[in-house]
């Protein structure tokens, strides 16, 4: 996959990006006060920000944040959704050039985005940008695969994609992590996380992810089929619920 590639495939996804892509436990913010002093006065860069979920989850807390986010449908959806905090920024970079100053960023925070990035290009980058002493936050909602809906639906994805399995951020594992922040150490905590959905719910979460087919792509309606007769089998209440681990992995460069 060419950089390019993964700067634009969620440009005619942004719709159903914002309203159906899980948001983030508040009490991340918590644990990055409690145990790397994350004091409301420290300026944060999101990098690969999207429409700003991550960006968001700060902003709420009372941070400033520069959003910076290469894809322009995304970035201008991210401004027109928090453009009224005072703290916001959004800024046009990638992690590799973020266009931001020297020592400038005491936190740099990427939700859902660290396997796009060129690892060795961003590690460099982000020492740039941060502070002596600052730190590195990388943040991804993890789909759980434990349920027998869980276990069909992640089947179901499998079946559809065009290219999940080479794109899962799963293929990010802790020898990667590790690799990025070496020769420091990095932690992980871990919290839980879930979003329920009528079958129209489910159908946006689904198709928010890059890999999927669109409406005006094929096999689109026999992957609605598929999720339709998935939903009927497991709904409960008419709902569906996803459960996940969010993965906060935290270190210094």
Do not use: C
Not at 36 to 58: E, N
Not at 83 to 102: C, D, S
């Amino acid at each position: 996959m060419t950089i390019n590639n993964s700067t634009t495939r969620f440009s005619n996804r942004v719709d159903d990006y914002v309203k159906y892509r899980p948001h983030y436990p508040k009490t991340i913010v918590e644990f990055l006060q409690d145990n790397y002093q994350l004091t409301r006065d420290k300026l944060i860069a999101d990098v690969g920000a999207g429409t700003g979920i991550s960006t968001a989850l700060f902003l709420d807390a009372g941070y400033p944040v520069t959003a910076v986010e290469p894809n322009k449908e995304m970035r201008d959806k991210s401004v027109e959704l928090l453009n009224t905090y005072p703290g916001f920024k959004a800024q046009n970079g990638t992690a590799e050039q973020t266009g931001l100053a020297t020592g400038s960023i005491d936190a740099v925070i990427a939700g859902q985005a660290f396997h796009w990035f060129n690892a060795k290009k961003t590690r460099i980058e982000f020492k740039r940008i941060l502070k002596p002493g600052g730190f590195v936050a990388l943040i991804w909602n993890e789909r759980k695969t434990a349920s027998d809906f869980e276990i069909a639906y992640d089947q179901l994805i499998i079946k559809h994609a065009s290219d999940y399995v080479k794109v899962d951020h799963r293929n990010i594992d802790d020898e990667h992590i590790g690799s990025f922040f070496n020769p420091e150490p990095f932690r992980l905590e871990t919290f839980e996380n879930k979003q329920i959905f009528d079958f129209n719910g489910l159908t946006g979460r689904l198709l928010s992810s890059s890999y999927m087919p669109t409406k005006a792509d094929e096999g689109y309606q026999l992957m609605i089929t598929d999720l339709k007769a998935l939903f009927d089998k497991y709904q409960q209440d008419d709902v569906i619920v996803i459960n996940y681990d969010t993965k906060v992995y935290v270190g210094r460069l």
